[in-house]
């Protein structure tokens, strides 16, 4: 079994910074990609960034635009979300996750198998 918290939401001004993390527990924690996801209520669950095993893989969703970087710590066994340059359209509950290792598509919730709680990032105007 895995688990996976994150942390670091809140709220945060136009134009300002967040740094979420997400820590893993468990069962071999650093061979596996992971993702973030986000999700407005009454929308779908989508992409932001993905990150490989080892850290030498990363890709964004195409709104990110270089305002966010996802990094991990492999002796904290935690994968991190730094943002930077919020807008208001960033406010959403925003997931970590572990991609499956049968799974491909890093972009699709349906390809990861463990997911953290949830941490709300509110981005004011």
């Known amino acids: 079994q895995v688990q996976l918290v994150e942390s670091g939401g809140g709220l945060v001004r136009t134009g300002g910074s967040l740094r979420l993390s997400c820590v893993l527990s468990?069962?071999?924690?650093?061979?596996?990609?992971m993702g973030w996801f986000r999700q407005v209520p009454g929308q779908e669950r989508e992409f932001v960034a993905y990150?490989?095993?080892?850290?030498?893989?990363?890709y964004y969703a195409d709104f990110v635009e270089g305002r966010f970087t996802i990094s991990r710590d492999s002796a904290r066994n935690t994968v991190y979300l730094q943002m930077n340059s919020l807008k208001p359209e960033d406010t959403a509950v925003y997931y970590c996750?572990?991609?499956?290792?049968?799974?491909?598509?890093?972009?699709?919730?349906?390809?990861?198998?463990?997911w953290g709680q949830g941490t709300q990032v509110t981005v004011s105007s």
């Open positions: 996750a572990r991609r499956a290792p049968s799974r491909f598509d890093y972009q699709s919730e349906k390809s990861y198998d463990y």
């Open positions: 468990g069962r071999a924690t650093n061979n596996y990609h």
């Open positions: 990150i490989n095993w080892n850290g030498e893989g990363t």
